[in-house]
């Protein structure tokens, strides 16, 4: 079974340019989850969708950070303008609906901002 | 809301010693409990889960954790430590309600000597 693609995984980028990661889930789970994770911390949630709707961006900085799920399959989070601060990796999960919670993750995107 | 406390940014062992990684958590409703574990440039991987039932859980690579309600705790043990467990260790809670997302801690470095 094919896990959770995560691309690209690693990018450079000045402040104030935008960045765009896409994520293809595992096949058949519905819920799709990014999450930020800073160097010496753990990782801190971004936002949480089912199928496309979403179900939790209390923690998206709406002014810069925008995600979408088109289709419920593949997922797009784009940073726009980029900060100093938002280096560092990101990381798509996917899980089934009505669950347990346990998670499939990638291996993540490590965005560096200079 | 939950959240999860993980005793220790850094633990050190010898190779065949006692691994001990401490976790405790808050959640107003039964929890679900979950070690990960990151090795370098990797995503998450999961070693073990607590949902329902017996309250001692064996994981992956002879790792094993027991559900201790009275304490809030989730603590993550191995006998005997080998050289290949060397990695950052992610205790996470999710709540058993509609929509499960995980929460992460700070995260356990553990590094073993020969």
């Known amino acids: 079974e094919a896990g959770v693609a995560q691309s690209p995984r690693y990018k450079i980028i000045e402040k104030r340019q935008s960045v765009a990661f896409w994520c293809n889930p595992i096949?058949?789970?519905?819920?799709l989850y990014w999450y930020q994770q800073i160097l010496g911390q753990g990782p801190k949630l971004l936002i949480q969708f089912q199928n496309n709707g979403v179900v939790d961006d209390s923690q998206l900085p709406k002014d810069r950070f925008s995600a979408e799920r088109l289709k419920g399959v593949d997922s797009t989070l784009k940073i726009q303008p980029a900060k100093l601060e938002d280096s560092a990796v990101y990381l798509c999960a996917s899980g089934l609906a009505g669950g347990t919670g346990e998670l499939f993750f990638g291996e993540g995107s490590r965005l560096t901002v200079l | 809301a939950q959240s999860v406390t993980q005793l220790g940014s850094h633990v050190s062992v010898s190779e065949g010693a006692l691994v001990l990684l401490r976790c405790n958590y808050s959640s107003s409703v039964p929890p679900y409990l979950f070690w990960y574990v990151q090795y370098p440039n990797q995503g998450l991987q999961l070693l073990l889960k607590y949902t329902t039932g017996a309250t001692l859980v064996k994981g992956i690579n002879g790792f094993e954790a027991e559900f201790k309600k009275s304490e809030t705790s989730f603590h993550l043990t191995k006998p005997s430590a080998h050289m290949s467990d060397a990695a950052e260790y992610f205790c996470a809670v999710s709540e058993n309600t509609g929509f499960q997302k995980l929460v992460f801690g700070t995260g356990t470095r553990l590094l073993v000597s020969p």
């Open positions: 096949s058949g789970h519905a819920t």
